[in-house]
């Protein structure tokens, strides 16, 4: 049996195809990942994707959608998450137009139903049943979540992502700019108010996910350690490793870390920086004791729905 599942968020759309066997055991055999910034600069189009970003998203999900039915595949299941559900009755306009143009049935799923297919995705092979605090930073939203493999305790949902921080505090740059530091600045306060219901000096380990960030860590050559309780997660940074690359990273123009941070198998990241921004502020906040990357997202969680269905 062949399952699709595609995630059309503020930045990307992502297509993942899977195969599964007589075991119950699956494989990805296909995926791709590609941007089209639906939800980025809504605030400045009066709440609505640019035509030019529309188009672009409408281009890649006639792809999407070429590729399930070259593969046959049968099952599937198409969601939107943070762009199409911030932009209320226009939402429903834009899924209607999916619809219309690509044969594609989208579901705009809650900010609740995405943390929870996240955190699904991170425990599905953890051994250790100590909690963690999960982090899954996208363009728009960012979810926190508490708990362990047997359950989840606690959901934080913010909209703190990164092309919601670029939007909000450099409308006027150009996305291959690098923000000054007194917008820096604001993005950490922002950051920091939303932070707040968060207990203090929790002492969690952050699980912090999203598609490529074990490759993200590689490619911007983050220090590692090996990390044990988990097949999926195979390793553990410092806290105060990501923060240093934070701190020299912002002053460096988009187009020369493109040159510098980049491996066989890694392309540097637009977003990078304010995704770790996240992440930083969150860890000094909690006191983690070390942070585990993780290349699951929802696509995961949203494969294991349909096959447990």
């Given at each position: ?25 699956f ?9 089209t ?147 820096v ?12 219901p ?12 999203s ?24 390793f ?74």
């Amino acid at each position: 049996m062949k399952v699709g599942v595609i995630d059309i968020g503020t930045l990307k759309v992502k297509l993942q195809i899977v195969e599964m066997g007589h075991s119950g055991q699956f494989k990805t055999i296909y995926q791709s990942n590609n941007l089209t910034c639906l939800g980025c600069h809504m605030e400045q189009n009066n709440g609505r994707p640019k035509e030019e970003n529309l188009q672009k998203t409408l281009q890649e999900l006639i792809r999407c959608k070429n590729i399930l039915d070259e593969l046959g595949v049968k099952t599937s299941r198409i969601v939107s998450t943070h762009a199409i559900r911030e932009m209320g009755n226009v939402g429903s306009e834009i899924a209607k137009l999916i619809k219309n143009e690509t044969q594609l049935n989208i579901e705009i799923i809650s900010q609740k139903e995405e943390a929870e297919l996240f955190f699904n995705a991170v425990f599905k092979d953890f051994k250790t049943v100590k909690d963690h605090l999960v982090i899954d930073v996208g363009g728009g939203s960012v979810q926190i979540l508490i708990g362990n493999k047997d359950k989840l305790k606690t959901s934080f949902l913010l909209k703190t992502g990164t092309s919601t921080l670029w939007d909000k505090f450099t409308p006027h740059h150009n996305e291959m700019d690098f923000p000054k530091r007194k917008d820096v600045r604001k993005m950490k306060g922002y950051i920091l108010a939303q932070l707040q219901p968060i207990p203090k000096n929790i002492n969690l380990p952050i699980v912090y996910g999203s598609s490529c960030i074990i490759d993200l860590f590689k490619g911007i050559r983050l220090p590692m350690q090996k990390y044990s309780h988990s097949k999926s997660h195979p390793f553990k940074a410092r806290v105060s490793d990501m923060s240093d690359f934070l701190d020299k990273v912002w002053s460096i123009p988009y187009d020369i870390r493109e040159e510098k941070f980049i491996s066989p198998t890694y392309r540097y990241m637009w977003g990078v920086d304010k995704a770790f921004l996240n992440v930083v502020e969150l860890a000094k906040k909690i006191d983690a004791p070390y942070i585990i990357p993780s290349n699951q997202n929802i696509g995961n969680g949203l494969i294991q729905s349909l096959i447990n269905n």
